[in-house]
């Protein structure tokens, strides 16, 4: 069974710029959800979403921020500009439906802003 | 607010030397208590979840266990691959996020 799997790794923008970050899920998940660890910090939930809809979103920092998860499989998460603070690692995580509560990490995207 | 506290943050150990890591947890409501390992550069890889106080899992040379207000990681007998960060995180029962702890750094010398 394939695991989560994130794209890209790394990638690396100016401030201002734009970047969007995929996450496909396992096979089958309708929970997904979107973490994040800035340096130093602890992870930190961003938002998850029960097959297509957000569930909850309120890690989400800020609207520079757009999640979707359009026909309940990958989501994106973009950021538009992107700011100095953003810069982390970005994890995606998802869980089977109701009842089964573990969640499953991707590798992550490290994304630096300059 | 939730928190989530692990100690220590970094552990030396030989080869061989049992220990057990400490993740203590403010949480009103737990619905479980997880444990992850991660490797560096890669995401955090399940080991067990907790659900009730008493309860005990095992897997190879570790073992998680729960009280009311903090899970212990024992390591028994570790090998240079036991090396990694683990991660405890804890489940509200009000909704799927998680919250994790700042994670202990384990290095085993052999």
């Known amino acids: 069974e394939a695991g989560v799997t994130q794209f890209p790794s790394h990638s690396v923008i100016e401030k201002g710029q734009t970047v969007t970050l995929r996450c496909d899920p396992i096979s089958g998940h309708d929970n997904l959800y979107w973490y994040r660890r800035v340096m130093g910090k602890e992870i930190k939930f961003l938002l998850h979403f029960v097959k297509e809809s957000k569930q909850d979103e309120s890690g989400m920092p800020n609207n520079r921020f757009l999640a979707e998860r359009t026909g309940g499989t990958y989501s994106t998460l973009k950021v538009q500009p992107a700011e100095l603070e953003d810069s982390g690692v970005y994890f995606c995580?998802?869980?089977?439906?109701?009842?089964?509560?573990?969640?499953?990490f991707g590798p992550g995207t490290r994304l630096t802003v300059t | 607010e939730d928190q989530v506290t692990q100690s220590p943050e970094a552990l030396r150990l030989q080869e061989g030397e049992s220990s057990s890591l400490n993740c203590s947890y403010t949480v009103s409501g737990l619905r479980g208590l997880f444990w992850y390992r991660q490797d560096p550069g890669k995401g955090p890889e399940f080991l067990f979840t907790?659900?009730?106080a008493g309860e005990e899992k095992e897997k190879e040379r570790l073992k998680a266990t729960l009280t009311k207000k903090e899970s212990f990681l024992h390591i028994t007998a570790p090998k240079p691959e036991d090396s990694a960060t683990y991660l405890c995180?804890?489940?509200?029962?009000?909704?799927?996020?998680?919250?994790f702890g700042g994670g202990t750094r384990l290095m085993v010398k052999p």
């Open positions: 907790l659900y009730s």
């Open positions: 995580a998802s869980s089977p439906g109701t009842g089964s509560y573990e969640q499953y």
């Open positions: 995180a804890a489940l509200h029962n009000a909704g799927n996020m998680l919250t």
